[in-house]
T-cell receptor, first 116, second 115 residues
Framework: AQSVTQLDSHVSVSEGTPVLLRCNYS??????LFWYVQHPNKGLQLLLK??????LVKGINGFEAEFKKSETSFHLTKPSAHMSDAAEYFC??????????????FGAGTRLAVHP | DGGITQSPKYLFRKEGQNVTLSCEQN?????MYWYRQDPGQGLRLIYY???????QKGDIAEGYSVSREKKESFPLTVTSAQKNPTAFYLC??????????????FGQGTRLTVV
């Protein structure tokens, strides 16, 4: 069965310092992995996705993530945090439902705070 | 602009009432989904649908019902049988192609509160 674990419920950084949000996954086959961002009382926006084409994936707003099969990890990073990055971030793994539907399995989320 | 529209943004329900949350998409996506979000629990799947007049229960379908009479629309009814309906509800759609690589696009959500 597929699952995803976000290792930190809260992360706090200073503006201009690096961001690291950690995600481990469990999958019985080669996974499809996603990172989504959610600002307060808003919907979710896709940051990036891993589809086995390249292990280092670049997304929007300067974020990137590296797929490490040996560590079953898909950590999200950004070299320099901006105040506008403060939000909740979800690591997601995709799996098949009956009939070929895609089901997205969400981690519990990591709330990122950015301080001046 | 293409996207997913959820309405209303805020909804208040009295005990024992049924309420319906609207979700409309103009992305021409086949698949649509409803998720419930509670603090610290991520998103949980309520119902999903691939085609018109077809839908399936997700992980927490009890107390909810849906319909899919049109490709563009996937309304969710929260019935009085749902004992703890206060939550943030998100509708999503995806371009079903039988692969796991297809991401979902989300609406802006409806916050439902029982009063």
């Amino acid at each position: 069965a597929q699952s995803v674990t976000q290792l930190d419920s809260h992360v706090s950084v200073s503006e201009g310092t690096p961001v690291l949000l950690r995600c481990n996954y469990s999958s019985s086959y080669s996974p499809s992995l996603f990172w989504y961002v959610q600002h307060p009382n808003k919907g979710l926006q896709l940051l990036l996705k891993y589809t086995s084409a390249a292990t280092l994936v670049k997304g929007i707003n300067g974020f990137e993530a590296e797929f490490k099969k040996s560590e079953t990890s898909f950590h999200l990073t950004k070299p320099s945090a901006h105040m506008s990055d403060a939000a909740e971030y979800f690591c997601v793994v995709s799996t098949h439902l009956s009939g070929g539907y895609n089901k997205l399995i969400f981690g519990a989320g990591t709330r990122l705070a950015v301080h001046p | 602009d293409g996207g997913i529209t959820q309405s209303p943004k805020y909804l208040f329900r009295k005990e024992g009432q049924n309420v319906t949350l609207s979700c409309e998409q103009n992305l021409n996506h086949d698949a649509m989904y409803w998720y419930r979000q509670d603090p610290g629990q991520g998103l949980r799947l309520i119902y999903y649908s691939q085609i018109v007049n077809d839908f399936q229960k997700g992980d927490i379908a009890e107390g909810y019902s849906v319909s899919r009479e049109k490709k563009e629309s996937f309304p969710l009814t929260v019935t009085s049988a749902q004992k703890n309906p206060t939550a943030f509800y998100l509708c999503a759609s995806s371009d079903y192609r039988g692969t796991r690589n297809t991401e979902a696009f989300f609406g802006q959500g409806t916050r439902l509160t029982v009063v």
